[in-house]
């Protein structure tokens, strides 16, 4: 294997061939049912014709056309669709080719936004621990997963953090959860105060935190709560719905169902369902007007923005979603959860279970009692993915920091095409493979 695939470069992968719903199929014929979607991607299975003629047809059309010189039907319907789906609020879009590109493109917005309303001193960020916004410098400096930023700390931007919304790990004995949700909200009021809100752009967040904490729903009142500061304050909210959003947890947003809207919201993953690259911005007409009756320009750009062959694809899968399969998302998250508690509700190291729609979170725990997390040492993650891998199942555990520890978990967002019986599958190869794995190590 000469192609270097980033982290796994000295790990033996499989060579995938071919997709059919939910399953992918390397060049040996093996079978590895997904329940992941990679990473939160694959929405629509791994062989949608949909998708995969619009694609077709773009591609017969025109591939690609710089958006210095045009813009182009996809990515007009693109923007009108998303808009249409959007609160009123939010008013453009603007697209890029991933998750990071967005973030990036998101902060910069916000930056750009205070520029033009000549408040130049706005230069911070607050993020959230355990968060993840992507690999670039911009977003990773936002971010709050320790392994991802040290390498890269003294390059990143100045940025401050509060604690996400996590009630297993944070909440106090007896505190109900929304007693807590106000509490991890108040936060940010504190962190506002203390760096002066003259000098912070905005608050970045995860609606649903995903990779660095295995799910973490926010707590009914959270979202509200930040909402009402940050208007207090005249600061922005930038919600990062790269994982959690297009449909992942029910509602083609996720903060649809915390009652509230960003000032910006990023999307990624779901968008095209992985048959193409492409990431989204959304943004306030507040923010949009700022721009464009001031200096009439987003000082930004890249090559492949709008690339009319991911927005093609954008739009097949916004078609798929909007024929009846987002609206299915609820109920078959609700049989999804019935089978985890049936497989983990009393397993002696599964802590927690969290989720909504198709996007839930095992928390895996040394012991059950304190929620003592497992050693880094037993590199548990890795032995699940291996093991499962081995199962024919696609499933994503990793390696979070609770309080300067390691903890476990496992993130599933299968394909939103997934039914009982797969489910059925998912359950007991996913516990075949926490079983195995955790009786590999020593504890
Ligand atoms: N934000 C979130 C919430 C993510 O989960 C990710 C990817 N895991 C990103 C941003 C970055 O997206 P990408 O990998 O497409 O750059």
């Not at 980033?6 to 014929?29: A, F, M, Q």
């Not at 789906?85 to 008013?91: C, G, I, M, V």
């Not at 969290?354 to 725990?365: A, C, D, K, N």
Request: hydrophobic share 40%; glycine share 10%.
């Amino acid at each position: 294997m000469t192609h270097i695939l980033h982290r796994h470069c000295r790990e033996s992968l499989p060579t995938v061939d071919t997709g059919e719903g939910v399953y992918l199929i390397d060049t040996k014929g093996k079978r590895y049912l997904d329940a992941c979607g990679g990473a939160a991607v694959s929405c629509l299975g791994h062989n949608h014709p949909d998708v995969i003629s619009a694609i077709q047809r773009q591609a017969e059309r025109i591939p690609f056309a710089h958006t210095g010189f045009f813009t182009s039907q996809p990515a007009e319907q693109l923007a009108d669709k998303l808009i249409e789906l959007s609160p009123a609020s939010l008013s453009h879009a603007y697209f890029v080719s991933g998750g990071s590109e967005a973030v990036e493109s998101a902060l910069k917005l916000a930056r750009q936004y205070w520029i033009e309303r000549e408040q130049p001193k706005r230069t911070h960020f607050i993020g959230r621990r355990q968060s993840y916004h992507g690999n670039t410098l911009g977003a990773l400096g936002v971010g709050g997963n320790q392994w991802r930023r040290a390498t890269f700390a003294p390059l990143l931007a100045p940025s401050s953090f509060i604690d996400p919304c996590y009630f297993y790990r944070n909440a106090m004995p007896e505190e109900t959860r929304i007693e807590y949700g106000e509490r991890a909200a108040q936060a940010l009021e504190e962190e506002i105060l203390r760096l002066g809100p003259e000098s912070v752009v905005g608050f970045v967040a995860e609606t649903f935190v995903g990779a660095t904490a295995g799910v973490l729903p926010p707590e009914n009142g959270y979202f509200r709560r930040v909402r009402e500061i940050c208007d207090h304050y005249d600061i922005l909210l930038i919600l990062d719905e790269v994982m959690c959003g297009t449909g992942r947890t029910g509602t083609f947003f996720a903060f649809e169902q915390e009652g509230i809207v960003p000032d910006i919201v990023a999307l990624a993953k779901g968008l095209a369902a992985g048959y193409q690259p492409i990431g989204a911005v959304l943004l306030n007409k507040h923010i949009y007007h700022a721009i464009n009756d001031g200096s009439g320009f987003f000082q930004h750009g890249h090559t492949f923005l709008a690339h009319p062959i991911a927005c093609a694809a954008a739009n097949a899968t916004l078609d798929v979603l909007a024929s009846g399969l987002l609206d299915e998302v609820s109920d078959k998250g609700k049989s999804f959860y019935q089978r985890l508690v049936e497989a983990f509700g009393d397993h002696q190291h599964v802590g927690d279970i969290r989720g909504r729609g198709l996007f839930w979170g095992l928390e895996l725990v040394a012991d059950k009692a304190s929620k003592m997390p497992f050693k880094p040492a037993t590199q548990l993650h890795k032995r699940i993915k291996h093991i499962a891998m081995q199962q024919g199942l696609m499933c994503y555990p990793m390696a979070g920091t609770i309080d300067g520890q390691q903890g476990h978990h496992i993130l599933l967002a299968p394909p939103f095409i997934i039914n009982e019986e797969e489910i059925q599958h998912l359950a007991e190869r996913l516990t075949r493979s926490v079983n195995e794995a955790i009786a590999s190590v020593s504890l």
